[in-house]
């Protein structure tokens, strides 16, 4: 598995916030009022991010060796879990985002209350992010030194022993 990529975090949040914009540009030009997230939305991105981060905890603690090992399928699981909560987190932090610029570039200034919302959302999608790449990084083992070399029974460079 690969770690998550700055880039595809990067797209994800543009792609998002571009989104954003638009669903408030065209919620507004309907006639309807513009996208508020709900403010639970911020708690529960929090809450998923200290999720993630201590359900990595006892796999970086077993790759230490501090503690009985880990169900490789386990870790696997929870590194899965981390990168799709980043992807998760990048998404929601540009959703709103695009709903932030659409906000503040109105020429009415916006009731504190939607603006908040909004911000504490952009702020829970990037703590998801943050907390996400920290379960991330738990969820890595070290590089063995004979990770490199084949071993006996193992083909090299791709060809079979037969060939």
């Not at 200290?50 to 060796?65: C, D, H, N």
């Not at 932030?100 to 603006?115: D, E, K, M, Y």
């Amino acid at each position: 598995m690969t770690r998550t990529s700055p880039l595809l975090l990067t797209a994800v949040a543009i792609v998002a916030g571009g989104v954003g914009y638009l669903v408030d540009q065209l919620l507004t030009g309907m006639g309807h009022p513009s996208f508020i997230p709900s403010p639970l939305l911020p708690i529960l991105l929090v809450a998923l991010a200290v999720a993630v981060v201590a359900a990595a905890i006892p796999v970086r603690r077993a790759t230490l060796g501090t503690t009985a090992p880990v169900d490789p399928f386990r870790a696997l699981r929870i590194a899965m879990m981390a990168k799709a909560s980043s992807i998760v987190g990048a998404l929601v932090a540009g959703f709103s985002g695009g709903l932030l610029v659409f906000v503040l570039t109105r020429p009415v200034s916006p009731s504190l209350g939607s603006t908040g919302a909004v911000v504490a959302a952009v702020g829970g999608g990037l703590l998801l992010v943050a907390g996400a790449l920290v379960a991330e990084h738990l969820c890595t083992i070290r590089k063995d030194d004979d990770d490199d070399q084949p071993g006996p029974d193992e083909p090299r460079y791709g060809l079979s022993h037969t060939d």
